[in-house]
């Protein structure tokens, strides 16, 4: 019994377990700053309150609302979430020891997930005009969208998986290309050592300076990829739900 292979391992893992510990960090931040709203009310936000309502503002109304519309309030509870899981993890990412150390949104399987949330909620809410812009679009030549070859619906459906598969690849390609940067330059110390002691100390002062470095550029990575995330998510579901508007109307 010992030998044979488990059919399916549900062990946790270190991604998982970070995964764990940021949506609780969330949990815990979200609810604290509800509570001091209703604690509160009318009065000017202090200490965390003050820290996330800037955050919060500035998805609703420079992410949400433009890219949108008026059916941004649907759709905010999910992006203010995958905004801050994003940012959350990316930070984590960069600490060396517990409970930081694991590079959540560098695997591609959570980045997948993410992408597939967002195809998810842009396919379920997609309105009559956004169908009918994929599958019959107005000023197209009858040709092209119909049978024998229906070249534009065809793109069309494919554009709609390549937009998630494009989430998932930007997002785990930035944040996975600065720790194999890192780890990169860490292996050139023993390259280095196995040629002669004195040039792997060399080496391993500048790698340390130049990881230092790079750790700080990734400190704005991580809040970038997740703004990123959320914008391209809010672009796609103004896509799916703006309404049709006549041509020729001034």
Do not use: C
Not at 35 to 49: M, S, T, V
Not at 129 to 139: Q, R, V
Not at 221 to 231: K, P, R
């Amino acid at each position: 019994v010992g030998s044979e292979e488990l059919p399916l391992d549900l062990s946790i893992t270190k991604n998982s377990l970070s995964i764990i510990i940021s949506i609780l960090l969330i949990s815990i931040m979200f609810l604290s700053v509800a509570k001091a709203y209703k604690r509160n009310p009318g009065k000017a936000p202090k200490g965390l309150q003050n820290a996330m309502e800037v955050f919060i503002l500035f998805i609703r109304d420079e992410i949400a609302k433009p890219s949108i519309g008026k059916h941004y309030k649907r759709f905010l509870p999910y992006l203010l979430t995958v905004f801050f899981f994003i940012w959350i993890n990316n930070m984590m990412g960069l600490i060396p020891i517990f409970p930081g150390g694991a590079n959540v949104t560098g695997n591609i399987s959570v980045t997948a997930i993410l992408a597939l949330f967002t195809f998810m909620l842009t396919t379920i809410n997609g309105n009559k005009h956004y169908w009918l812009e994929i599958f019959d679009a107005p000023g197209i030549p009858w040709w092209l969208k119909y049978p024998p070859l229906p070249l534009m619906p065809i793109v069309e459906i494919l554009g709609m998986f390549t937009k998630p598969i494009v989430l998932m690849i930007r997002l785990f390609a930035n944040i996975a290309a600065g720790h194999i940067i890192a780890l990169g330059f860490f292996s050139l110390i023993f390259i280095f050592a196995q040629i002669a002691p004195a040039l792997g100390y060399g080496v391993s002062v500048l790698t340390i300076v130049f990881v230092v470095f790079m750790s700080v550029l990734e400190l704005l990575v991580a809040l970038i990829q997740a703004y990123v995330f959320t914008l391209l998510s809010a672009i796609f579901f103004g896509m799916a739900t703006a309404e049709h508007h006549e041509e020729g109307h001034e």
